[in-house]
């Protein structure tokens, strides 16, 4: 009897060791932030960029919400925040989810391209001009993000690198600071042969040298209308 009461006392303890190593966290999708220094990681981070994009286009929290309502170009329902935003009622309020939403979407990409474009200066196994190729695309995705938030919110928190821990505290940066670094990142993405020329030297939809020296343009002119113009601004965007 009393063995039989000892090997029952014993069963939980086996119970306990044979969960301890089943309960064991283990990442099976290696998917690490080191991973952006692979190529094939990198153009991972490359399409969750071009897949987070349809957070601005499309959707309710989308940029039309906080550009074109209040227009001819848009009819918004008989109440919420879209009706707020349409009718410039005493609701319009920057605590709005959908400001709230398209602000965090917007730095949730933003750290993805700081990871890309740090870990990817060190990626190996293919040719430097592939390697630019890539790195343009990132930044010229971190120079469109800041560009909108530069434009709707003025001076904004200015993340040059990737966080891989959750930040408590933030500060707003000088809209010039925030123009300068989106000049930055397009004047390297305009380089020549850092990006495909137009759209029929690459994949349908993606980067182009083209369309960020489109951008480039755009960017000049905005500045040039705003509190932080340089004198020359006008004069770039022209030749470009």
């Known amino acids: 009897m009393k063995k039989i009461l000892y090997i029952l006392a014993c069963l939980p303890l086996l119970f306990i060791s044979a969960c301890s190593g089943f309960l064991d966290e283990e990442n099976h999708s290696k998917m690490t932030p080191e991973s952006f220094s692979t190529p094939q990681g990198f153009e991972l981070g490359l ?12 959707k309710d929290a989308a940029v039309h919400l906080l550009t074109v ?29 959908y400001i709230y ?26 040719t430097e001009a592939k390697k630019n190729n890539m790195l343009s695309e990132a930044r010229f995705f971190r120079a469109m993000l800041y560009f909108r938030l530069v434009q709707f919110f003025g001076d904004v928190t200015l993340n040059k690198t990737y966080n891989e821990t959750v930040v408590k505290s933030a500060k707003r940066d000088p809209m010039a600071a925030v123009y300068d670094f989106i000049i930055e990142d397009l004047e390297y993405a305009t380089t020549a042969g850092n ?12 980067v182009t040298r083209a369309l960020a020296r489109h951008l480039l343009a755009k ?14 601004d006008f004069q770039k965007a022209f030749d470009i």
């Open 47 to 58: 399409y969750g960029l071009y897949g987070g994009m349809r957070n601005f286009y499309g």
């Open 69 to 97: 309502t209040g227009t001819d170009e848009f009819y918004s329902r008989n109440s919420g925040d879209i009706y707020n935003f349409g009718n410039y009622t005493q609701n319009y309020k920057p605590s709005s989810g």
């Open 219 to 232: 960017v000049y002119l905005t500045r040039a209308w705003s509190s932080a113009a340089k004198g020359d």
């Open 101 to 126: 939403t398209y602000w965090s979407n917007s730095y949730t990409l933003i750290n993805t391209c700081n990871g890309l474009v740090h870990f990817g200066e060190s990626m190996t196994g293919i």
């Open 195 to 206: 990006l495909p020329e137009s759209p029929k030297n690459t994949d349908p939809g993606r």
